[in-house]
């Protein structure tokens, strides 16, 4: 293909990166989980994939049991699904569902009743974003938008067109009932990731895989 006629498809992709760069989804501290009132805004270097947490000072290794709460779809106002359709919201809710509790039960023994050692964790699906049709993956073949994916992968930036999945964390003392830690997180693949580029829900699944690990994680 000549260089004449590959301007105009650049300066296009150009444009359409730049609209998609200025229109990222940015998470909430939903108004209607219940733990919104104690949610702060995060100034650390995770701010961009966690923009509000709660902490309080816990010993996580007295707790050897997890009992791990249905995921809540969010109906509040301030939720960001878009035009998601209600089938897709379902199977996201209950694609989080088994990874985190697959990914928890590697860490805790699996609980059935309230106790001292044991977690309950509320998980509410509170937004997401599918990849575009065929843009998303002609991204990732295109000159301008290799660029982009590229300098994104680098930042840890969400890629050209790319989906994502936004959701609230919330993890108390089973018996108690204390929040003990509390966050609202938007994960999304590598920029470079071609594979989750494929399917309108891929990205967002390859989301909450990351954000099933990053909890167990942070409970170590």
């Not at 000549?2 to 498809?9: E, F, K, Q």
């Not at 609209?19 to 995060?42: M, R």
């Not at 989750?196 to 167990?216: E, I, M, P, Q, Y």
Request: charged share 15%.
């Amino acid at each position: 293909m000549s260089t004449t006629r590959l301007a105009p498809l650049f300066l296009v992709c150009a444009f359409a990166l730049a609209a998609t760069a200025c229109s990222s989804v940015q998470p909430v501290a939903y108004s209607g989980i219940s733990s919104a009132q104690q949610l702060k805004q995060n100034r650390g270097d995770d701010a961009a994939k966690v923009p509000y947490r709660y902490a309080a000072p816990v010993v996580w290794s007295r707790y050897t049991q997890v009992m791990v709460d249905p995921v809540v779809v969010y109906r509040g106002a301030d939720n960001q699904f878009g035009d998601m359709t209600e089938d897709d919201k379902t199977a996201l809710a209950d694609y989080m569902s088994k990874t985190f509790a697959s990914k928890l039960t590697k860490r805790f023994e699996p609980g059935t009743q309230p106790s001292p050692a044991t977690l309950r964790i509320r998980l509410t699906l509170t937004g997401a974003e599918t990849t575009t049709a065929l843009v998303g993956q002609v991204m990732h073949f295109d000159i301008a938008g290799n660029l982009y994916n590229g300098v994104q992968a680098i930042r840890g930036g969400k890629g050209a067109f790319s989906g994502s999945v936004s959701y609230a964390v919330e993890v108390y003392d089973s018996s108690s009932g204390r929040l003990l830690k509390a966050y609202v997180s938007k994960q999304y693949p590598n920029a470079m990731n071609l594979p989750a580029a494929f399917g309108s829900l891929s990205a967002a699944r390859t989301g909450l895989d990351k954000g099933a690990d990053a909890l167990v994680a942070q409970l170590q």
